[in-house]
Structures are given as C-alpha cells and as structure tokens.
C-alpha cells in the first residue's frame, strides 16, 4: 500500500508536459489547418500572423491551447520576441513548423528584383531566423522536430513561380544540413511538401471560384483529388510521434504522387 501511495504522489507531482508548436504563417490557408489538427491531437499552439489578426483569431476560437502572435518575417526583433514570449510561458518548444508563404505569380521576364527579394526574405530568410531563435528551446524537448512546408517545385521546377522555385530548393537544401547538424541534440528536421491545396491563398493569386479549374487539378492527380491543409496537418503531426523517433532528414510529398508524373 506504501508502494502504490509513492505512485499516485509521484505522478500527481510530475504530469505529462504538454507538447508545444508554434507555426508561422498560420493565420489562414495550410498553416491554420496544421495549426487546427495539431491543436485537435493535444499540442498547445502558437498561432501567428502578419497583417491579419482578425483570422488568427478564427484559428483559435478562444481555445485555451492556442495563443496568438504578431509575426513578421521580415523582421528579426519579431522573431526573437515570439521566442521570448514561449521561453517565458513553456520554457521549451516540441515542434517548429516554418510554413509561411506569399505567393508572387511571373515569369523571370516578368518579376523584378524586388519580388524576388520579398520572397526570399519571408521563405529562405524567416526559415533560417526561426530556426536559429526556437534551437534553445527545443533543445529543451525530447525528440523534437521541425517541419519546412516546400513543394514538389524543386524537382519539377514551374516558369511562372522561378522565386518560389528557386526558395523552395534553398529550405529542402537547409533542411538536410539542420537535420545532420541538429542530430546531436535530438532534434529531427522534415520537409513535408503539399500539392495545390485549396485555401483562400489562392484568393490572392485568382482561381479560388474556378470549380473547373479544381476539377481539372484533381483529375492530374493520381488519387483524383486536391490536397486539404488537413491531410498536411496530419502528416505533420504524424513526424512529432514517437512512431518517426527514428525519421530525420524525410521529404515527405503529401500530394498524392503527382511529383512522379
């Protein structure tokens, strides 16, 4: 009976800690749905957002396992502040999940060096920035992981997206080098890359209304569907399992195969 009673006071004085995420851009689109399976499989999530405060609000409908932060990429004293701010309230990270994106439709011919530099600012840059600020915390987890949301872009390459493509190609390359160099402390780095995903993104670049268009990107597809920022979520989620202890490097193409066609 002594016995049983040091069990309940031990594990009555030492819970399970919480896991924690935070994922940029995750005021809309793919992120909010990372954000929202996470949130559904029990991590506490740092929900951020640049402009639009009012739709990460939408993300978190008040749950008390999301907070909200203003983030902007291009700006290092933000970036070192959300750290700060999760340092004070967890004192550790579980997850980073680099997800935010603009997206900047033109030719080579038809951008110019200052799209260019946007992209590569908020992609590439924010990646690194990110990375190098949430390190100490997730330092402090064991068997953490981060995620870099790319595409299959690299591989194919697309001439209307030459900044994306070329972005894209910089996070998969930095997110080997982290996956080796970060291995020492037991943090994990995935690139998991999505297919044309159906969010109001698309809102900002035109075709979101166009149901053809949709049903045509679907049928391109080996599985005959369009991706849900859900099925990314998943997939996400899946990496932070103990199942993956052992996954470190992946790129996993969440896009029903049609990087293969």
């Known amino acids: 009976m002594l016995l ?13 800690k919480q896991k924690v995420a935070i994922v940029t851009g995750s005021s809309r689109g793919i992120g909010a749905g990372i954000a929202q399976y996470l949130m559904k499989k029990g991590f506490f999530v740092y929900v951020t957002f640049c402009t639009n405060k009012k739709a990460a609000l ?3 409908k008040k749950k008390k396992s999301c907070r909200i932060l203003k983030l902007d990429l291009r700006k290092e004293t933000d970036i070192k502040k959300c750290f700060d701010i999760i340092k004070k309230e967890h004192g550790y990270l579980d997850l980073l ?7 900047t439709p033109g030719t080579t011919e038809e951008i110019d060096i200052d799209v260019w ?3 590569f600012s908020i992609r590439v840059y924010g990646t690194f920035l990110t990375t190098k600020y949430a390190i100490p915390l997730l330092k402090k987890s064991k068997r953490s992981v981060i995620v870099n949301i790319s595409s299959s872009l690299p591989i194919k390459g697309r001439p209307k997206y030459p900044a994306h493509t070329a972005a894209e190609a910089a996070i998969m390359s930095y997110t080997r080098t982290c996956a080796i160099d970060l291995a020492r402390y037991g943090i994990r780095c995935h690139t998991v890359n999505p297919t044309m995903t159906r969010t109001d993104m698309w809102k900002d670049i035109g075709g979101y209304e166009d149901d053809e268009m949709w049903k ?3 049928k391109e597809n080996p599985l005959g569907r369009v991706g849900t920022p859900e ?3 998943k997939a996400v989620y899946l990496l932070t399992t103990d199942e993956t202890e052992y996954w470190n490097a992946n790129e996993i193409y969440v896009n029903g195969g049609l990087h293969m066609k």
Not at 4 to 16: F, G
């Open 231 to 233: 099925d990314i979520g």
């Open 58 to 60: 939408s993300v978190c």
């Open 4 to 16: 049983w009673y040091k069990y309940l006071v031990l594990i009555t004085h030492h819970p399970l």
């Open 117 to 119: 530099k946007e992209i």
């Open 216 to 218: 045509r990107f679907a």
């Open 97 to 103: 999940v680099n997800n935010a994106n603009i997206e």
